[in-house]
């Protein structure tokens, strides 16, 4: 299983309510909701985001309330990965529940710019910089783990195996 796509990068902490503003949690449609993507620290974002882009992100992204949320609005943008130096622990959980990849590697947080093309392979946990000509290795996932995310999510894959 793989991603690619160009990189939205972000910095340290970015938490949940940058990721999915509070105010906006009136409705629970994942379409609706991600229309707001990322608007309190990237404007454009949802306008230019593509399907298979990829957010890298320095330390602790997802940080602050345990909404399922973020991953979630994420994901509905078309996001194919999420790569940071570490992740809040929850956001890394809800993640892997809706099917959302995601990886850490600190050195790709360092050397990964906005705009660069990346591809990740999830099996190996390898991600190729194709802007720059450089590899990194990140955590790949555990196999039940990479089973969740191919089934679209904890839910899926748990009824998929009844």
Known sequence: ???????????????????????????SDPQELAKHCMEDIDKDFVNQVK?????VANKNFGCGSSREHAPLVIKTCGVSCVIASTFARIFYRNAINIGLPILECEEAA?????GDEVEVDFDTGKIYNHTKGES???????????????????????????
């Open 1 to 27: 299983m793989n991603a690619k796509g160009k990189v939205f990068k972000y910095g340290d902490n970015v938490d949940t309510d940058v990721i999915i503003p509070a105010r906006y949690l009136n409705t």
């Open 136 to 162: 990194y290795q990140g955590q790949a996932f555990p196999e039940f783990m990479q089973k969740i995310i191919k089934a679209d999510g904890l839910i899926a894959y748990t009824r998929a195996k009844q």
């Open 51 to 55: 399907v298979g882009d990829i957010i």
């Open 110 to 114: 360092e050397k990964i710019e906005a």
